[in-house]
């Protein structure tokens, strides 16, 4: 007799497939960012504010599919939902200050140290448990994620200010991931995302005018590259990663996103002809291995 399928596994192996297509989508944003004709903080602003129209729409359609949807009643309501927009901020404002001031391996090996801390808050502020299969999964998948930056890792004194930037951007990407996880409790993904992308954009608008950075592209294919930006990466691939960390565990979920970087690595070979390394290709799979046996330590 075949085993049947609960509706709950359903919807665990629908989220798992949304985190994956999600990190994906977000692992193109270095094509967009590389080819963008503005700096990469008003290219960082763009990304969620010409999401928002977008993002507005899903909510419109959400709450008039289910009117029941909770909507923002307070100000602590809309305050935590800005505040986690403000952590995704500054986790894209010093990615973009890591890369400045190290090697893009540097920064990109730094920055994938998330997991460590979305597994350390989520045992401290919100007692999850975490197993030893897991720990062995996060382990194998941080172990991919060195061996993806291969030989271009440069560990030097003139490095020390981007790396330690790239270790504050991990920070601010577990923040990030821990505060939609437990908003996605109560608010739909919809309304997440909006709330939350204004809240992005409001801090990073005043970050890019400080730097002195051009906020006007100047072609049409400047803007199709921001459009193509906010909407793949940050509509639909942030929009995906929001609603499956309402079914999956916030810990598995940042091991997930590594894949992140195998995907850009991947795309940059498609799209851009750079040549994958044999470091990175073992990197890849070590990840994946890294992310299959976290999934089973986590359920």
């Known amino acids: 007799m075949a085993e049947r399928i609960s509706s709950t596994q ?22 967009f960012v590389r080819l963008s004709e503005l700096g990469p903080m008003a290219t960082a602003f763009y990304r969620p504010f010409l999401a928002v129209p977008a993002l507005a729409v899903w909510m419109a359609v959400d709450r008039r599919s289910d009117p029941a949807t909770r909507r923002p009643a307070s100000r602590a309501d809309y305050l935590r939902l800005l505040i986690a927009g403000a952590f ?4 894209l404002a010093f990615w973009h200050l890591s890369i400045l001031h190290t ?18 808050g989520a045992w401290l502020l919100f007692a999850h448990r975490v197993t030893r299969l897991y720990l062995s999964g996060m382990a194998l998948a941080l172990a991919g994620a060195v061996l993806l930056a291969g030989g271009s890792l440069a560990i030097a004194p ?3 200010l981007g790396d330690m930037f790239g270790i504050i951007t991990a920070m601010f990407l577990a923040s990030y991931i821990l505060a939609i996880s ?21 801090v990073l608008l005043p970050v890019a005018w400080v730097m002195g950075e051009q906020l ?35 810990g598995f979920s940042s091991i997930g996103l590594l894949l992140e970087p195998v995907a850009a690595a991947l795309l940059a070979w498609l799209i851009l002809s750079e040549a994958i390394t044999a470091w990175q290709a073992t ?3 070590v990840i994946l291995s890294g992310i299959v046996l976290a999934r089973r330590g986590s359920r």
């Open 216 to 250: 006007i592209a100047v072609t049409l294919t400047g803007w199709a590259l921001l459009i193509g930006l906010a909407l793949l990466s940050h509509a639909a691939g942030q929009g995906l990663i929001a609603h499956a960390l309402a079914h999956l565990r916030p």
């Open 88 to 91: 995704f901020a500054g986790d």
């Open 182 to 202: 437990r908003l996605r409790t109560g608010f739909s993904a919809a309304t997440t995302m909006t709330w939350s992308s204004v809240g992005t954009a409001a």
């Open 158 to 160: 003139e490095n020390l």
């Open 10 to 31: 359903i919807a665990d192996r629908g989220a798992l497939f949304a985190l994956l297509l999600g990190a994906v989508l977000v692992g193109a944003s270095p094509i």
């Open 103 to 120: 090697s893009i391996a540097n920064a990109t090996l730094f920055a994938n140290a998330a997991p460590i801390f979305v597994t350390l």
């Open 283 to 285: 990197g890849g799979a």
